[in-house]
């Protein structure tokens, strides 16, 4: 039997399907990042070159990706509220903004704890670390203008615009170490292969698998949550057994 997928467009028929979606990408998601994280810190061997030190690219470099693909999706999502005017494409677009902010925040958190020991200093005006630097602005900038625009439909065209120019950042980040003389090493994993050891190549998918589920499962919570929020007045919502039971508290 075909299943009409286009249905799960609308944010009636979607609400239900995020909730049950969730435990499967969620605990998953808890579960690679306990066994990525323990090879990583505890399985991994010492890196000749750059000593213990080295083990924060297990949390530095998931982020990294995740918050570049985050951006890039959270623009999508965007353009297709604005061009389609879809409700559920803006409100996933908003959902995202905070983890993508979370994973660059992370990045540049972590990036420092390397820099340290590696460079001598913790930050360094590198054109990839200023460039992930902006990224970061760019999802704080998405979501303080969407909250200072107090009618949704106004705020998602507005913050969907910002989205949309700001993505032109991704790919300077991605390639700011081949265009410019920079500090930042250049890629370790490449199509071509990689010479890490094959317990850091378990622990470094391991945990950017973690990442990609968690950012599904936290996307899902959220938008429910969004969906909750803008359609608080219509009957469907009001009938919810969730929202009657916090009614029945509140009463």
Sequence with gaps: MAINWFKYAAPTTFYGLAGKMIPFFAWPAAILFVIG????????PTDAVQSEAYRIIFLHVPASILSMFVYLIMAGYAALGLIFNTRLSSMMAQALAPTGALFAFISLWSGALWGKPMWGAW?????????????LFLYLGYIALHASIEDPRRADRASALLAIVGSVNVPIIYFSVKWWNTLHQGATIKMSGTSMQIAMQQAMFAVLA??????????????????LEREANTQWVNDLPEVKQTNGRLS
């Design 210 to 227: 973690a990442c990609w589920l968690y950012v599904i499962a936290i996307t899902l919570a959220r938008v429910r949550s969004i969906i």
């Design 123 to 135: 930050w360094v005006w590198d054109a990839r670390l200023t460039s992930e630097l902006i990224l």
């Design 37 to 44: 994280l323990y090879i990583g810190f505890f399985v991994a």
